[in-house]
T-cell receptor, first 112, second 110 residues
């Protein structure tokens, strides 16, 4: 158990819908990272926050957005969902930037 | 476009064998290379390599980075069935952008 929690564990929804994935970092970790892992694309970095501020952006679609709240938990919002958004979404946290990241168990999203 | 390539994509060995996994990268403003092990679910961190030629070791695992030739290797000696997993490498640039390779699936047979 890495200490990073993600909810929900599984999510099934329909195309065109919007969902919110939640991540609670390890106690004391200031940095949160979001990743998407699908069979065809592998693991892809989406976005990073540090102490509430966006610090790095990867292959995140415009339909996706994220934020980190004052209590350091983070949410990833996925809207206008498409079939291709079906994937495992991981959150990871680290104490500060450029330090070891600890991954959460992931949220499996299925878009029907 | 930044990319990371891993080879082989899949590897089957017997317990006790030694394996070498390869990772080559093309990452603009490269800062470091990360290795992860992914079993059933979330990746777990193995190594972060920033400097060339300095071997990092953790038990039977070791890794080294060559920044001139833009590659890294991960060695596992005396493999065990518990080493069966997908091994991912990722290049990180100074903008904190991560580019992952496709992974090497290692299967260790008893």
């Amino acid at each position: 158990d890495s200490g990073v929690t993600q909810t929900p564990k599984h999510l099934i929804t329909a195309t065109g819908q919007r969902v919110t994935l939640r991540c609670s970092p390890r106690s004391g970790d200031l940095s949160v990272y979001w990743y998407q892992q699908s069979l065809d694309q592998g693991l892809q970095f989406l976005i990073q926050y540090y102490n509430g501020e966006e610090r790095a952006k990867g292959n995140i679609l415009e339909r996706f957005s994220a934020q980190q709240f004052p209590d350091l938990h983070s949410e990833l919002n996925l809207s206008s969902l498409e079939l291709g958004d079906s994937a495992l979404y991981f959150c990871a946290s680290s104490r500060h930037q450029r330090e070891t990241q600890y991954f959460g168990p992931g949220t499996r999203l299925l878009v029907l | 476009e930044d990319k990371v390539v891993q080879s082989p994509l899949s590897l089957v060995v017997h317990e006790g064998d030694t394996v070498t996994l390869n990772c080559s990268y093309e990452v603009t403003n490269f800062r470091s290379l990360l290795w992860y092990k992914q079993e059933k679910k979330a990746p777990t961190f193995l190594f972060m390599l920033t400097s060339s030629g300095i071997e990092k070791k953790s038990g039977r695992l070791s890794s080294i980075l060559d920044k001139k030739e833009l590659f890294s290797i991960l060695n596992i000696t005396a493999t065990q069935t518990g080493d069966s997993a997908v091994y991912l490498c990722a290049g990180v640039n100074y903008g904190q952008n991560f580019v992952f390779g496709p992974g090497t699936r290692l299967s260790v047979l008893p």
